[in-house]
């Protein structure tokens, strides 16, 4: 167990809809971090937030927006969710965001019908 | 940019016996940090052994060892004493500013 918690474990959605995925950190990291995990694309990072605050922004559309709260937990919003949005989504978390490990969530399975 | 490159999409190797992954990248960079994740058919991504950089001195992690040749942007990981456990996707990743994975290893272990 990682200590990053991930809900739901699993989503099933219609085209054009809208989900929030959660993330609740290890005890003690400040950074967290949202990763796309697709057959055709590979592991994508797309946002990292620091004790409250955007750090770094990958490949992320616009149609996706993230945010982390005071509690130090976060969420990814995804919204007019196309078929090809249908992926793995991952949190991670480490303690300052900068070079140490990151620990993985057990992720969201994301299917969009 | 940085890019990590695996060359073998799939490997396979006998139970007890000692298989090497590749990992490439490509880096400007002095200061960074090399990963190599396992995720298993759980689908979790579990760290397996870290390698920092400015240290000359190749990471172990009891069967798993790797490789580092700085110079060559080079990063193999040794699974020595294979499990069957150990039969999983490899992701080796880079870190600077932020963490980059390479496409991924499928290991089969073969009893």
């Known amino acids: 167990d990682s200590g990053v918690t991930q809900t739901p474990k699993h989503l099933i959605t219609a085209t054009g809809q809208r989900v929030t995925l959660r993330c609740s950190p290890r005890?003690?990291?400040?950074?967290v971090y949202w990763y796309q995990q697709s057959l055709d694309q590979g592991l994508q990072f797309l946002i990292q937030?620091?004790?409250?605050?955007?750090?770094a922004k990958g490949n992320i559309l616009e149609r996706f927006s993230a945010q982390q709260f005071p509690d130090l937990h976060s969420e990814l919003n995804l919204s007019s969710l196309e078929l090809g949005d249908s992926a793995l989504y991952f949190c991670?978390?480490?303690?300052?965001?900068?070079?140490?490990?990151?620990?993985f969530g057990s992720g969201t399975q994301l299917s969009v019908l | 940019a940085q890019t990590v490159t695996q060359s073998q999409p799939e490997m396979s190797v006998q139970e007890a016996e000692t298989v090497t992954l590749s990992c490439t990248y490509d880096?400007?960079?002095?200061?960074?940090?090399l990963f190599w994740y396992k995720q298993p058919p759980s689908r979790q991504m579990i760290l397996v052994i870290r390698?920092?950089?400015?240290?000359?001195q190749n990471a172990t992690e009891n069967r798993f060892s790797v490789n580092f040749q700085k110079a060559a942007k080079s990063f193999s990981l040794k699974i020595s004493d294979s499990q069957l456990g150990d039969a999983a996707m490899y992701f080796c990743?880079?870190?600077?500013?932020?963490?980059?994975f390479g496409a991924g290893t499928r290991l089969t272990v073969k009893p």
């Open positions: 991670a978390s480490s303690v300052t965001g900068t070079n140490e490990k990151l620990f």
């Open positions: 005890s003690g990291d400040l950074s």
């Open positions: 937030y620091y004790n409250g605050e955007e750090r």
């Open positions: 880096t400007s960079e002095s200061d960074y940090y």
């Open positions: 390698q920092e950089a400015y240290k000359q």
């Open positions: 990743a880079y870190r600077s500013a932020r963490l980059r």
